[in-house]
């Protein structure tokens, strides 16, 4: 993973929805425990020095108000987020479509969208030099404000299989 052009791929899953009846599933909104979750990534990531420069967002309720929330914790130096349709019950493979067209001067990114995407996508990107704990920790259970950090020396448009070493998962509770 040597080298001075490693790029940040961060994949999160929206925090906690809640189930209101009679609500269109993208319209679903964040539960009281989402609302306590998302900060706390926004937190970490400000804390640990991952501040992504783009933001690549679900169009649903529940990953907006998550991307709010962590936004909102970064402070200033958060991006304006760029909402898609595409990742919307999106699965792994169009996740990373989305992301293969993204521009290279992106070096830090973070994609917020939902299972079982974001963890088909992280296990995919998973290199044999991905921290073993954490890959193992995602394979059996990606929850809510589950986040996967992953390096990576590929153009976004490369990104495709195995391409991306996970140094981190974190659960914030």
Not at 22 to 39: F, N, W, Y
Not at 75 to 82: D, F, I, Q, R, V
Request: charged share 25%; proline share 6%.
């Amino acid at each position: 993973m040597g080298g001075h052009h490693v790029k940040r791929l961060m994949i999160m899953r929206h925090a906690k929805a809640a189930w209101p009846t009679g609500v269109p599933d993208h319209e679903r909104p964040l539960a009281k425990r989402g609302h306590h979750e998302a900060p706390m990534v926004g937190r970490w990531m400000l804390k640990h020095g991952y501040v992504p420069d783009f933001i690549l967002c679900s169009s649903a309720l529940r990953t907006r108000q998550t991307c709010t929330w962590v936004c909102s914790e970064l402070g200033e130096k958060a991006p304006t987020p760029m909402l898609s349709d595409e990742l919307y019950a999106a699965p792994g493979s169009r996740i990373l479509r989305e992301i293969n067209h993204l521009p290279e001067g992106i070096t830090s990114l973070l994609v917020i969208a939902h299972m079982p995407g974001v963890q088909e996508l992280a296990m995919r990107l998973a290199s044999v030099e991905s921290d073993e704990e954490s890959v193992m920790d995602m394979a059996s259970h990606y929850p809510t404000s589950g986040l996967t950090v992953l390096e990576h020396t590929k153009s976004w448009a490369e990104l495709d299989g195995r391409d991306a070493k996970v140094t981190k998962f974190v659960v914030l509770r």
